[in-house]
């Protein structure tokens, strides 16, 4: 990706955490609504953290690209502006009240899971389950547009902690957040199972085989749930993102041994390094010098992948969109 190429999107990053969201002209389907985590997040912890007045932003300006937990566009903006032909700039559902006649939303939320909270840092955090309420509420009386795609990437927080949510807990939130998407009047979708959380780049040893082995089963249940909801819901379709085999073919090709940041913002022996001061202190993440790195790196910092990688990602994502948008239904 080029420098030039980055200018352009940040200065449309720039402008949508100005409040003026540029909405692309859509064109099939109408709109896409984003519901997940930091993964998806395009803005509204960075502006939640603005206006509640929080000591520290999150995620830090200084070293995450206007709101995005990356240093870049993630994967849903980019997959919208292959399927609009506009720039890869998904609004935040905090600027955005009143679902717009057509365009792509983002409800996601960095550090959420899939129930209705999760308390991360000690803030509840609007989960899964709050984020379709918020998007209800944005219909100011309307029902949901049948011909929007919405998209569901959620789970990774329920399992990146010390007490594990269960994988039925999981796919049961996810499936019931789907119901009532539905009740709305959604009927395309598309649901994203996860990485093997495992492969993290800086994951204890002994962490490992448990998230390969939760991701798993996640991965194996959602699969299944799905099929049951297209059998049991009518005109209900389901696009399943799998995006397992794309992150493996990432980890070959990309540098994914080291995050980014640790690369442009080397530290000491023995001091912990900057990839992981989102989460051990918000406040100490470094300004790094540049967001648009020549070099193709998987992980940005510990957790979250690169905007390189997420644009791989959507590209695979949008061969799946177009085959199951074919499908009569």
Known sequence: MTNAFMRVVRTAFVLAALCLPAIAQAQAPSHLIVFGDSLSDTGNDLLGSIQTHQPVLIPPPQMYAAGRFSNGPVAFEYLWSFLSGGPPVIPPSLTVPVLPQQGAVSFAFGGSGSGAFRNSAGVNVPGLLTQVVFFGASLAGRPAPPDALY?????????????????????????????????????HFLVVNLPDLGNGPLLPEDQRALLTGLSTEHNKLLRKRIK????????????EGDVTKVFRTLLRTFESDVPLVDVLVPVPPGVPPASLCLVINPA??????????????????????????????????????????????
């Open 228 to 239: 049951e909801l297209e059998k049991t819901l009518p005109d209900l379709m389901i696009i």
């Open 284 to 329: 100490a993440c470094p300004a790094v010098p540049t967001f648009a790195p020549d070099a193709e790196f998987a992980f940005w910092d510990s957790e979250h992948a690169t905007t390189a990688a997420y644009e791989r990602l959507a590209e695979a994502l949008l061969t799946t969109v177009q085959k199951g948008l074919a499908v009569p239904h």
């Open 151 to 187: 998209a569901i990437w959620t789970g990774s927080n329920d399992y990146l902690t010390q007490t594990p949510e269960l994988p039925e807990t999981v796919v049961d939130n996810i499936a019931s957040g789907i119901e009532t998407l539905y009740s709305l009047g959604a009927r």
